[in-house]
């Protein structure tokens, strides 16, 4: 099998996947969109990925994706996923459409001032920490409301959801919790604030099937589609 078939059986799956959760849920496969997970893969994985209709991607390193991006077809599109140190923001603003891992008000902040300087606006997930595990990066969800309120009065970023990551679990199953979690917080945040949060970024290679069963419009996917890094 030449690579070229490999990368499409592997994108191919991972369509079947989500189009199998959807049934399941009764979502319409459209709802969810696939965010490539390119880090630590050299742009011929990138050309590959756009050759086969991918045009999305997701980076977790300022600095990789900085050294990246220019080799990469020009019609690519790309999401910060990482925490970011507020000292790179600035280089992020010109790279990235969207970030995933915002997780603290001064990030925030430094996005949105980077942003307004480069003339340019930013979608942003908030990166919530659910199972409140202290190794993990997000908000805690005390601290959530507040920040959206916040939000509102920041030019040049826009909230568009929340983003999670989940405690780390060989069975899937026991991912779901988090993932459904997440979405109930949405929904009375979204009632509190009047912030629609329509984006929910939720479910990696190995646990997408549960979060779009649990409402993810966005899955991160990276090895279950350019392979092991
Ligand atoms: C690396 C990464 C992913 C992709 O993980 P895979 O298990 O390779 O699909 C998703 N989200 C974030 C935040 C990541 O850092």
Redesign the pocket.
């Known amino acids: 099998m030449t690579d070229q078939e490999s990368f499409s059986t592997r994108l191919l799956a991972i369509q079947e996947r989500i189009a199998a959760a959807c049934a399941k849920a009764g979502r319409r496969p459209d709802d969810v969109q696939l965010?490539a997970?390119s880090?630590s893969h050299p742009p011929e994985a990138i050309t590959e990925a756009v050759s086969h209709g991918l045009t999305i991607f997701?980076e977790?390193k300022i600095q990789e994706a900085r050294a990246k991006i220019p080799l990469c077809p020009s019609m690519a599109r790309w999401h910060m996923?990482?925490h970011m140190q507020t000292n790179k923001i600035k280089y992020a603003v010109h790279l990235f459409e969207a970030v995933?891992?915002v997780d603290s008000l001064r990030v925030l902040e430094a996005l949105a001032e980077a942003a307004s300087a480069a003339g340019r606006d930013i979608q942003v997930f908030l990166e919530v920490n659910v199972s409140g595990e202290s190794s993990k990066y997000g908000l805690a969800p005390d601290d959530v409301p507040a920040l959206l309120e916040r939000s509102t009065s920041i030019m040049s970023v826009s909230v568009v959801g929340l983003?999670t990551?989940p405690p780390f679990s060989e069975d899937p199953e026991k991912t779901r919790v988090y993932f459904a979690t997440l979405r109930k917080w949405r929904d009375r945040w979204r009632a509190q604030t009047g912030i629609p949060l329509d984006q929910l970024s939720m479910g990696?290679?190995?646990d997408?099937d549960v979060a779009v069963e649990e409402g993810a419009t966005w899955v991160?996917?990276?090895?279950?589609?350019?392979g092991s890094?």
């Open positions: 965010l997970v880090k997701g977790s996923i990482g995933h891992s983003m990551m990696m290679s190995h997408l991160r996917v990276g090895t279950a589609l350019f890094r």
